[in-house]
């Protein structure tokens, strides 16, 4: 198939077209970098022996989609692009709805109108809230959103599922992810955040290369195996390899599907602490610190749905997770600009 990949440049995007020209799709890319560095593609194409075309465009930016649109006939969109960051969306919500809703609908209206309607669009567990049931299932409800960008996830959600409605020949499909590490066994793409990391793996792996001095963990009295919050953190490969697994099952179907996409194992912080100790035999310092606004204690999925409909299940477990996110901070201490 012939694949638009939004935002193709950045963490998972990358990864994913690596398994995708794996397997003999197409791909081409569009990507601002406004998050990422060419530099990525480049080592994708190092990695995977094939030229990654690239269009460095904003998906807001109409003209420009609909040349590419026109130029290369999609039959499928992975569309990764937009923002992320939950600290920086709740300081600047505009930025936010602005650049992932109307992204959004300028990339829906101009792939639709191109004739392309098979759509797999990047969600993320951030929909369901605190989820009302543990393990989380698809049929758990959306719920109330603690920041704006979990927000405009779950209205970007809500825009597809009404076009679906409107127009049954889009076939669209919805994947919540769960809490993506890891990086390629290689060690060459992997993670590369702007600033000090949010999220816990890449600030272990920068306290374990010495950019940091310490981590910080954030509450130990939740009600939780050891107090530690609890997350299903799945490798970013196993991510990748779920949407070529959507493309295989979806071609020629219409209509709207959702699937999580985790590994169904919840790790306490301390556990991932431990588990990164332990595969790569290096110490990290850290501390307990208040609990985080808008956490929550406990989340990983029931990611039986895609076994059953997609045949598609993580492999990788928490001590490959901790391996390869360690390979690639350590090979490349400074990200992309090393
Ligand atoms: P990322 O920031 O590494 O990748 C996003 C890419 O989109 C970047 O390369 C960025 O330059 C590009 N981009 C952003 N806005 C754009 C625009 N208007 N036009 C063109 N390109 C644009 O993030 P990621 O971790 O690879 O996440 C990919 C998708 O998955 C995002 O939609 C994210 O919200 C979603 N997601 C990520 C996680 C996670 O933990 N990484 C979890 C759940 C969902
Ligand atoms: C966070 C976002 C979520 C988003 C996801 C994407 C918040 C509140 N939630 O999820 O909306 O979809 O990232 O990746 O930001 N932790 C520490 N110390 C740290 C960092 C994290 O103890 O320095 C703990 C957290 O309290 C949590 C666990 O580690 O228990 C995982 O945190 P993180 O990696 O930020 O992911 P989420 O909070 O699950």
């Known amino acids: 198939m012939k694949i638009l990949v939004t935002g193709g440049a950045g963490y998972i995007g990358s990864h994913t077209v690596i398994e995708l ?3 003999g799709h197409e791909v081409v890319v569009v990507d601002n970098l406004v998050n990422a560095d060419l530099v990525s593609l480049k080592r994708v194409e190092r990695i995977t022996g094939k030229a990654v075309p690239f269009v460095e465009a904003d998906i807001r930016d109409r003209e420009a989609m609909e040349q590419v649109c026109q130029t290369y006939c999609f039959d499928c969109c992975i569309h990764f692009a937009g923002f992320k960051a939950v600290g920086e969306s709740v300081l600047q919500p505009w930025k936010y709805y602005d650049n992932n809703i109307t992204g959004t609908l300028v990339l829906l209206d101009v792939l639709g109108k191109s004739g392309c309607k098979n759509l797999i669009f990047s969600s993320s567990a951030a929909v369901y809230g605190e989820p009302e049931t543990i393990p989380v299932t698809e049929t758990c409800p959306r719920g109330r959103c603690a920041n704006p960008y979990a927000r405009s996830k779950s209205i970007q959600e809500q825009i597809m599922m009404d076009m679906q409605k409107a127009d049954p020949e889009w076939n669209i499909v919805l994947l919540r992810y769960f809490n993506p590490i890891g990086a390629h ?19 272990i792996t920068q306290v374990a290369v010495g950019k940091l001095e310490k981590l910080s963990i954030f509450g130990d009295d939740y009600d939780t195996v050891d107090g530690t919050g609890v997350r299903d953190y799945i490798h970013v490969v196993d991510l990748a390899k779920g949407h070529v697994k959507v493309l295989d099952s979806i071609a020629g179907q219409c209509g709207l599907e959702i699937f999580n996409l985790g590994t169904g194992v919840g790790y306490s912080v301390l556990d991932v602490v431990r588990g990164f100790e332990k595969a790569n035999n290096v ?56």
């Open 21 to 23: 020209q794996a397997v």
């Open 283 to 338: 110490k990290i310092l850290y501390e307990i610190k208040e609990r985080r606004a808008g956490d929550i204690a406990v989340c990983y999925s029931d990611p039986g749905k895609a076994e059953r409909m997609l045949g598609w299940k993580a492999e990788y477990g928490l001590e490959d997770m901790c391996r390869d996110s360690w390979n690639w901070q350590k090979r490349n201490p400074n990200g992309f600009t090393d």
């Open 185 to 203: 066994r290689s060690g060459m793409i992997g993670e590369d955040p702007k600033g000090i990391p949010n999220n816990l793996m890449p600030y």
